[in-house]
Each structure stands twice: as C-alpha cells, then as structure tokens.
C-alpha cells in the first residue's frame, strides 16, 4: 500500500505518542560513546538538530552521544562512515532530505540509501520558503505564478545547487504551477540571496531556518511555505496550496538512521529514547528557535517515509531532465 508522505508524519507522530516515556528494554547498548555522524558541516541546520537530540539523547541513554561531522560528496563520505560501522547501536547518522534523494540523483552509489540503512526515527521537520526583494512588487505565490504564466521570460527562480530539495521544490512548483520559467541555482545561499536582492531572480526557493533574522527585519519577503501546513515560525505566511497548487507539500526533515543489520530491540531502544527527547518541552524550544519543529516517529513509519520521498523525488528528478551526477 502507498502511503503520501503527509500520511507517513502523521501515522508516525501517533506511532511515537504510543512510545513516550515507554521503558527501554531491550537489547543493551556498547558500553561506549555514541558516535552520531552528521553529512553537513558544523552549523547547519541538520548540525544544530544533531547537537540539541545528542545532548538529550546522552541523558537518557546515560552514555555520552559524540557529534562527528562527516561532510563531503552529497553525504556519501556519511553514509560509507556508517555502513562500515558496527551494527551495535554505538554509531548513528543523521539523515536528510538529501539521503533520500540521493538514490535518483546519482549515477552509482556504494550504498543504498534506504536498504543499507536501518531506520531509528524521525527528530524534526522545518520549512522551505518562497522568497522576494523587499521592494519587488510580487507580494503573494498569486503573484509570481500570474506573472511567470503571463511571460516566462519575464522572471526566473533562483535555488541552491542542482539536486538540492530547494531546487527540487522549485522544479515541483514549476510543474504544479504549469509554468515554464528557468530554474537558476548557485553555488551556495550567499550568493543566491546576493542575486535576489540585485533583482538578478524574481523569486528564491531556500530553507526557512538560517533566514529567519531577515526575514523578520524586512530585508528578506517571504510569500509562501512548501509545507502543507504553515510554518510554526512564519504563521502568517500562508502555503502554496492555500495559493491554489493543490496538495503541494515539500518539507524537510532530519532523521536518524542505523548500520542496516543492528538489532531490532537496540533501534527500539534508541527510538524509545528519541521521542521521550523531542516530547521535552526544553528540547522543543530549543530546536525550534533554530528553526525546526520536533516531530516524533516510530522507525517502520520513518521507513516508509523515506521510502515514498525517494519515489517522489525520482520522478520530479526525471520531468525535469536533471543529469544524474
């Protein structure tokens, strides 16, 4: 059976409602720190996620969680990290957005993103924006889909690099939209942002979170969330399906992953652990001040959550013509 991957967070959030505060029984952990590699550098978003769970990870556990980043090839350097790791539950990764995607975006892979690895559970999911120019005259997702429809060349959408969930989004817009205006990506969100407001782009597709003082100091114009449902930290700026692009949905989200042939008892152990963290009121705070909305999951319903994000991305991958890396 399919599952959408609103349903998957959903089911997911129940399915960790039935775990708070359950006890870990259960196959014990290595008597050792617990390496939890992450793909990106120190300072990011999946960092910030990485290093706030950890510490309440650590509590729980009673073992110390070490944050070990592994940046470097869209996460393949992670992935190779972890699949030569023991399979004991004392290595983790973090994965992302890009985990999933990785599967259509690469030509070959020395691991499969979903079957090499053994899914723990979910820790967060935060908001991927639709910006503008303070003084561009564009004020709503209405506007920009109006203006690209009426003349393609009259505008275009700047995103990170190829392949990025951002430009991924962008790509999906297009579509969703029926539009045909060009996708145009940087090397980093610099140089992007530089380009929004010399009015190079019309409009940016980037993530919420590292923006957010921008955005709320005006110097940055935030018209709609790809999220289905607004963003706890931009509730006035509404979705681009409350723009008319019915079931438009694209959310990132940080999860946590294992060696594929660690023990049942040991994941259930650590996801046990995970959503007693993220139901922690101080935990939630402190995620969502870095931009991320704490989310729970049982580790079947992470499964197929990444499982239908990496079907979904493949084909967005493919209508839009994307050369495989």
């Known amino acids: 059976m399919s599952i959408t991957r609103r349903d998957a967070l959903r089911l997911g959030g129940i399915a960790a409602a039935g775990t708070l505060g359950a006890p870990a029984f259960g196959q014990s952990l ?7 590699i992450v793909p990106n550098a120190a300072g990011g978003v999946a960092d910030l996620t990485a290093r706030t769970v950890g510490a309440a990870l650590s509590e729980r556990l009673k073992q110390p969680v070490v944050i070990e980043n592994r940046p470097g090839a869209g996460g393949i350097v992670a992935g190779q990290t972890l699949l030569q790791a023991p399979a004991d539950g004392a290595t983790l990764m973090v994965a ?14 020395p691991f499969d993103p979903i079957r090499d690895f053994a899914p723990v559970g979910l820790m967060g999911t935060f908001a991927i924006a639709v910006l503008v120019a303070p003084q561009s005259p564009i004020r709503t997702a209405g506007d920009l889909i109006a203006q690209l429809k009426r003349d393609p060349r009259s505008g275009n959408i700047g995103t990170i690099s190829v392949g990025s969930t951002q430009n991924l989004a962008a790509e999906l817009f297009k579509t969703s939209a029926g539009i045909e205006a060009t996708t145009v990506p940087f090397s980093g969100t610099p140089a992007l942002l530089t380009s929004l407001l010399r009015n190079d782009v019309t409009a940016a597709f980037e993530i919420v979170a590292p923006l ?18 607004r963003a706890a930290n931009l509730p006035d700026v509404p979705t681009l399906q409350e723009a008319g692009i019915a079931g438009f949905d694209v959310t990132s989200w940080n999860a946590i992953v294992a060696p594929a042939r660690t023990p049942a008892p040991v994941v259930e152990r650590i996801n046990a652990a995970l959503n007693a963290s993220l139901a922690d009121p101080t935990v939630r705070s402190k995620l969502l001040e870095a931009g991320v909305e704490a989310r729970g999951d049982a580790p079947a319903h992470l499964g197929q959550l990444m499982e239908a994000e990496a079907e979904k991305w493949r084909g967005v991958i493919e209508r ?6």
Do not use: C
């Not at 290595?30 to 939890?36: C, E, G, M």
């Not at 957010?212 to 449902?229: E, H, N, P």
């Open 320 to 325: 839009a013509g994307i050369e495989r890396q």
């Open 30 to 36: 290595p008597d050792k720190p617990i390496r939890l």
């Open 212 to 229: 957010m003082g921008q955005i709320r100091d005006g110097s940055l114009r935030a018209i709609a969330v790809t999220s289905a449902q």
């Open 96 to 109: 992302t957005n890009a985990h999933a995607i990785s599967k259509s975006l690469f030509r070959s892979l």
